[in-house]
């Protein structure tokens, strides 16, 4: 365990490290971005405009961190123009139509951008000598739905990839590209490519349609009930900026050590810190005030009913914990977004939020149980 008391993320192997970072306009992307500018990274951004209006891209003024390249991961020669001329030593492929109800909206879409870009991606990506290290960025909705309950295990790594819906099932196909590429491709030429699946984040900056944070924030804000399709829902919540960590971990032990490292990784929350849908709206109306209130609404959609990951693989040999809980996350969170209201410089009060979370000390994990329960005890 002596991993764990070395610093995760080092702004040394970052500081002028060329990094190609796809969904640089979204809300994890922004982040992203800014994370990597204050550790002196030069980054080239690939991503379609911003989708909404307010956004985190321009709060921040990201464009002027970065290399902005505006474009679609479903052309691949544009794609592969701009990645071969920037000649980037890390790629972090983030950007992906990311949710379940634009699946079932434009299920081509969907699995032209998910699938088909990831693709495109890893063909320029191979032919880009300069690359030493891939990260691909799925979901935690890329394991086969099981309809685990609260108390069964959470997905682990080697599970199968599947689901039920077109964005999820999109996203068990990202995983299996990924994999196809590393092994029949670029494995042999040296360059390490790792998949990474996050549970459901959430932090300041997100204004994603038919997100629950999002959603919540803006019913409180026009005095209105927030109508909740799923309030027994159980999701891994976590801040934005956890496996933002994770991900930066993994592409510095996959540019310095190679193969080992080459595989699939989760990062989501402790177990006992998986929380239902109603609770965090509960949380954030108690934080909000009296007049925040909710109400149970129509469920269009299937949604799986419990999603938990087992990430016991990122914390023992990674050294990755969660060092905020969802509690926190969620205040963070309400903060930000009231900042914002309030006329804040949002590019320094998000460089600070980063700040804040790496000088935070990791979570204690709870005990893992010992009844077949893989469960992750981060």
Request: proline share 7%.
């Amino acid at each position: 365990m002596e991993n764990l008391v070395t610093p995760l993320v080092d702004p040394g192997f970052w500081a002028g490290r060329r990094v190609f970072l796809t969904g640089h306009t979204g809300f994890k992307g922004s982040w992203l971005a800014l994370w990597l500018h204050q550790m002196g990274a030069e980054v080239q951004g690939y991503a379609l405009a911003p989708p909404n209006s307010p956004n985190l891209f321009a709060l921040a003024g990201i464009s002027e961190l970065l290399h902005n390249r505006i474009g679609d991961l479903r052309d691949g020669a544009h794609l592969r123009a701009c990645l071969t001329s920037f000649a980037p030593e890390v790629v972090l492929h983030l950007g992906a139509q990311a949710l379940v109800s634009e699946g079932y909206a434009d299920p081509v879409g969907t699995f032209a951008t998910n699938v088909q870009g990831t693709v495109n991606l890893l063909e320029a990506v191979r032919y880009c000598p300069s690359v030493g290290a891939v990260v691909v960025v799925s979901s935690d909705k890329c394991y086969e739905n099981r309809e685990y309950t609260a108390t069964d295990r959470g997905y682990h790594e080697d599970d199968p990839m599947g689901g039920y819906d077109p964005y999820s099932a999109s996203k068990g196909c990202t995983e299996l590209v990924a994999s196809a590429y590393r092994r029949s491709f670029l494995l042999q030429r040296g360059v390490p490519l790792a998949s990474a699946r996050a549970g459901n984040v959430i932090g300041g900056g997100d204004w994603s349609p038919a997100r629950l944070v999002p959603d919540v924030l803006a019913a409180f804000s026009a005095g209105r009930p927030v109508l909740l399709r799923n309030p027994d829902g159980v999701r891994p919540w976590q801040h934005v900026l956890e496996p933002l960590a994770g991900y930066l971990a993994l592409a510095q032990r996959l540019h310095q050590e190679g193969a080992p490292w080459a595989e699939g990784w989760n990062f989501g929350p402790d177990p006992a810190d998986a929380r239902s849908v109603g609770w965090v709206v509960e949380h954030l109306a108690r934080a909000w005030g009296p007049d925040a209130c909710w109400d149970k609404g129509d469920a269009p959609i299937h949604e799986a009913g419990t999603l938990r990951l087992d990430c016991h693989k990122a914390h023992t040999r990674l050294g990755w914990q969660p060092r905020w809980d969802t509690a926190t996350a969620l205040d963070r969170s309400l903060a930000w977004f009231r900042a914002w209201q309030q006329g804040a410089d949002m590019r320094q009060y998000s460089r600070a939020e980063i700040d804040a979370y790496c000088d935070a000390p990791g979570l204690a994990p709870t005990a893992p149980t010992l009844h077949g329960d893989t469960s992750c005890p981060v």
